[in-house]
């Protein structure tokens, strides 16, 4: 009889063992194989260099993430423009995308500081300020709702037309494009006595193209003039950037935070990356592109020697002004970026001259 109570709870041990095995192995086989899909979307055509990088930093998270990540790839506007695509991410029906600043502002205005016309005198000082005031950049994306993955550049931005441009008057002559929407656009135009014709990027196109356009003129980085076929439909171009236009890389807090702490590593590590990549892809990007438009006819004029300096920093800062009275770049955020680049180039006044380098893709104001 003893035997016998002995046996029975060896086999009721047995079974608990057992279940508890099943149980473990079954909640195992369902954790490897949550998968999350991210659909993502982007302005950018297929075929450019800019989205190889895209194409490469998917195949990474799918490959590192051992499949759990899996991407859906809507590229060349085929959900819209930005305002569209946040719409869709906020009802979720995307998760994340590439932004230009145009975008950006409309998740966290202040980050377009980095975007005030004649602001930086090169790369270096873009570069360090950015790094610099990254943290509360990120903080402000979380704070309205998204993730920052990685912080990419579009480049220096040019004016294109069908028209000569010589000045600032010839300018507000035009049939300027104004992306229709931006805060930044409306008060540097406003800022300057120019009245811009508003389009969705998604008409540019169209309008340059057709007989008798709302559009002469455009602004976009040489990169860009060539990916959006612009550029077939301009003759002129100035060598004086209005910016270094920014970009984002950013998902939805929904998305990012239903993920795994490995997973959330995985997408900020190569976001970054990516990110820096875009950016130095840009750079080098734009520089060629403007040899490839002056070979398609492009003439590129109005350079900074032949520009009152005083004419378009007053500009710049009425338009900081209006941006500041709207909040839509609080002047506590100028107040800091404009610290650190005076600290930045204080340090630079200190070091030791250094044998002259080759100048950026945008000449630069002496």
Not at 182 to 209: C, H, R, W
Request: proline share 5%; hydrophobic share 40%.
């Amino acid at each position: 009889m003893v035997l016998n109570i002995h046996r029975y709870r060896t086999a009721k041990q047995l079974l608990r063992l057992t279940s508890a095995c099943i149980l473990l192995l079954c909640s195992q086989a369902s954790l490897a194989e949550q998968v999350y899909t991210l659909k993502f979307a982007t302005l950018m055509p297929t075929g450019t260099a800019w989205s190889k990088l895209l194409d490469n930093w998917v195949k990474d998270v799918e490959e590192k993430s051992n499949g759990r990540i899996k991407f859906k790839m809507y590229s060349g506007g085929v959900m819209g423009d930005e305002p569209d695509v946040l719409r869709k991410i906020r009802k979720g029906q995307l998760h994340g995308g590439l932004f230009t600043g145009y975008g950006i502002g409309r998740i966290y205005s202040p980050a377009r500081v980095l975007e005030m016309p004649f602001l930086f005198k090169s790369v270096d000082e873009s570069d360090h300020v950015r790094e610099k005031i990254m943290p509360y950049l990120e903080i402000g994306f979380r704070e309205n709702g998204f993730e920052l993955l990685g912080w990419p550049e579009v480049g220096f931005i040019h004016f294109f037309s069908t028209q000569r441009i010589t000045s600032v008057d010839d300018i507000r002559n035009l049939r300027i494009w104004l992306w229709q929407g931006d805060p930044l656009g409306e008060a540097f135009f406003k800022a300057a006595d120019i009245n811009p014709i508003p389009l969705s990027i998604m008409d540019v196109y169209t309008q340059l193209s057709a007989k008798h356009g709302s559009i002469d003129t455009v602004y976009t980085s040489t990169f860009g003039a060539i990916a959006l076929q612009w550029y077939s439909k301009l003759k002129y171009a100035t060598h004086i950037p209005l910016t270094n236009a920014i970009g984002g890389i950013i998902v939805s807090n929904r998305f990012y935070n239903k993920l795994p702490a490995d997973l959330k590593k995985l997408l900020k590590d190569s976001g970054k990356k990516m990110g820096d990549e875009i950016r130095l892809s840009a750079r080098e990007e734009n520089k060629k592109s403007i040899n490839l438009l002056e070979k398609n006819g492009i003439e590129f004029m109005f350079d900074w020697d032949e520009v009152n300096m005083k004419e378009l920093l007053e500009i710049r800062d009425n338009a900081a002004l209006y941006l500041e009275q709207t909040n839509y770049i609080p002047a506590s955020m100028f107040t800091k970026t404009k610290k650190m680049l005076a600290d930045y180039r204080g340090q630079q006044a200190t070091k030791p001259v250094e044998p002259a380098q080759p100048p950026d893709t945008a000449r630069q104001p002496k």
